[in-house]
Every structure is written in C-alpha cells, then in structure tokens.
C-alpha cells in the first residue's frame, strides 16, 4: 500500500493513524521527539529500560532492554502495526580511552550502533508493509573528533552510514534517513557543559547562539517520517544550528570582525590578501 499523503493544508505533518516507536524516548531529546509526533497526531509508542520519571501524554511505554535482541524482537513482534521507527537510545558518559578496558568502550558501540541495527531488523515486516521510514538520530561527534567519547562518536559515523546502506537495500518499501545532531540543551546539560555559564559559554560557540532544544529535533524527526519528505531516503540532515565555528578563527590574530582592528582596514592592501589560503 502507497504512502497517502500526511501533510495538511497549512503544510503541516499530519500523522494521524500512524504507529511511531521512539526508542529510549522517556527523557531528554527522545523526549522531544515524541512529543513531536503526538503534536502530529500519531501513536506514540516509547521504549527503554525505565519508564519515564513522569508519564509523556499520549504515549504509551514498554519496558525493553534494547541490548537484548530476543526481548526486542519480542517487543516488536507484539505490535499490531508500525509506521516509523526512530532509533534515538544511546548516549554515552565522559571517558577518555585510556580510561577504560575495551569490554567497556564496546557497550557505548552496541548501544549506539548495534542496538539500532537489532531494532531496526525487528521492525523490518512491520515497516515493509506499511511503507514507512526509519529516522536514525546521529550525533556530529559521527563526522568530527570526539576526544572523551571516542567510542560515541565511532558509533554515530557508524550509524550514519549504516543508515544509507540501509535505504539502498530496503527501498522502496522502506526510507532512512539520519537526523546527525549538534548540542543539545536537555535536563542532562550540565554533565556535558557545566552550570549555566557553561552552557552559554557553549552556545556562544553556535552561529544560531543557543543550543538546540529538543523540540527541534522532534520537528526534524516528523519532518522525515512524513510524507512532506516523501523523496528524501538516505539522507543525512544537520540539525546543528550551523555547526561549530572554526578554532582557528578565534585563535588567529588577524583578519578579526573587530571594526577596531587595523588588520581589518580596506587600505589593507587588498590585492596581497586575495594570494592568502585559508585553512
């Protein structure tokens, strides 16, 4: 069966009588986003080891070990129907390599990246019949160095292009697509950032000039599983408010947007900078 349309007349996700599961949906981004798709209308299904601290409405919860394939297997295999899967779990603590053995690194790789791939081939005939999608939530540690979760950030570059294999080999019955995400401001914030001078300090460092709420990764997230991104599949999607601005441009002592700086005049000798190459 074809995919009908889901967008309403102001071009809003419209996901009415859509299944979703959120995996590790109960607090932070996950969070967001199945608030995201409740807002869309959908139903809402979340699952992770522990229910959430205070019941998300319109959601329903099952407790499932996503490290263990039978229980998620299991899981799936009690639902009566599913539309999309957003494989959100996963995160990982502050761990220099050295740090730890391998045995433990290996846990932030299976609950970032195998534990999707289980969830995702659980979930395979459901989503096959209904021609829905898989929405990946990656992380731009996948794409960048990741000093203090180098196992983390292995993980999400491993996802990412799990996910585009993914939407060759299953289309078209099927699309997945990678929301790769930059800092967000969760109830977590200050394991990563510290106080609130932390995070702000943090938030300086993003064009946009704030993290990202988790409501924008829910609205990304529906974007993707609806039918506005009906020709989207294998794509990977920033959602980084821009990124993060290059070190070398704070560090270096010239050609600064200080109005001041006399390295900033016009009479600066123009046709000499034009030979310089930037980093």
């Known amino acids: 069966m074809d995919n009908v349309d889901t967008t309403g007349e102001d071009g809003a996700a419209d996901l009415d009588g859509r299944t979703v599961v959120v995996t590790g949906g109960t607090r932070g981004v996950g969070a967001g986003i199945a608030r995201a798709f409740v807002r869309a209308g959908a139903h809402v299904v979340l699952c ?30 009690s639902l009566p129907r599913l539309d999309v899967l957003v494989n959100n779990a996963g995160g990982a603590p502050y761990r220099p390599l050295a740090a730890a053995d391998a045995e ?6 299976e609950l970032n990246l195998t534990a999707p791939l289980t969830a995702s081939l659980a979930a395979y005939e459901h989503l ?4 829905g999608s898989i929405v990946m939530i990656g992380s731009v540690s996948g794409s960048r160095p990741s000093p203090g979760s180098a196992a983390y950030g292995a993980a999400k ?10 939407a060759v080999e299953w289309a078209p019955e099927i699309r ?7 800092m967000v401001r969760t109830e977590l914030a200050h394991l990563h950032y510290g106080g609130e001078d932390g995070v702000e300090a943090v938030a300086r460092t993003v064009p946009l000039g704030r993290l990202a709420r ?9 974007f993707l599983a609806s039918d506005a991104a009906a020709y989207i599949s294998g794509a990977s999607v920033l959602v980084h408010g821009g990124g993060e601005r290059p070190a070398f441009l704070d560090a270096a002592t010239v050609n600064k947007d200080d109005k001041n700086n006399k390295n900033n005049n016009k009479d ?12």
Request: hydrophobic share 40%; proline share 8%; no cysteine.
């Open 48 to 77: 992770a080891r522990r229910a959430p601290e205070v019941p998300l409405e319109g959601t329903d919860f099952v407790p499932v070990d996503l490290r263990d394939p039978a229980a998620v297997r299991d899981f799936f295999a």
């Open 214 to 222: 988790p409501s924008d990764v829910g609205g990304a997230a529906v």
């Open 157 to 166: 570059a491993g996802l990412e292009n799990l996910a585009r294999s993914m």
């Open 176 to 182: 997945v697509n990678t929301l790769v995400v930059g």
């Open 128 to 131: 096959r019949r209904a021609r």
């Open 104 to 109: 433990r690194h290996a846990r932030v790789i």
């Open 268 to 279: 600066d000798k123009d046709d000499k900078d034009e030979q310089g190459e930037p980093a």
